[in-house]
Every structure is written in structure tokens, then in C-alpha cells.
């Protein structure tokens, strides 16, 4: 996100999967916010993943992200 200060979050969930045989704890949500010219980016999902104590977020720029999004979040 070009100007991380116009984040705004919503429909955020907790979910939990297992994959692989091994818990997946994640936080699904959308983000918005403007880029560097004022223009609103529209909602991105989001996914914050949480591996072994350490947190991953990944935004939604790509079909690949949307797909996981999907996989684990709905």
C-alpha cells in the first residue's frame, strides 16, 4: 500500500485449519486505502498468517492469493 496511513480493515475473521497435519492459524480480512495520487485502491483481501510464532501478511495483488484467501478464509 502506497500510503499505509488511509488503511482501513473491515470484515476480519480468526481461522483455523489444519494442512498438512499441522495447524494454520490466520487472520482473513479486506483492506482499503489510497495510493500515492489520493485514489482509492478498493478493498484487497488480506491474509495475516501466523507460522511458528512469526506473523506473514499477504496482500491480495495477485490470483494466486485470492485462491488461498478463498481456500482458508471462506
Known amino acids: 500500500m502506497e500510503n499505509p496511513a488511509t488503511a482501513q480493515f473491515s470484515k476480519m475473521s480468526r481461522a483455523f485449519r489444519n494442512l498438512s497435519s499441522e495447524s494454520l492459524d490466520t487472520i482473513c480480512g ?39 484467501y478463498r481456500s482458508l478464509c471462506d
Not at 500515492?36 to 485502491?41: I, K, L, N, V
Not at 484487497?44 to 512469526?54: A, K, Q, T, V
Request: net charge negative.
Open 30 to 68: 479486506y483492506v482499503k486505502g489510497k495510493d500515492a495520487s489520493g485514489r482509492d485502491t478498493g478493498d484487497m483481501p488480506f491474509l495475516y498468517i501466523i507460522d511458528n510464532g512469526e506473523p506473514f501478511l499477504v496482500d491480495g495483488s495477485s490470483s494466486v492469493i485470492e485462491t488461498v
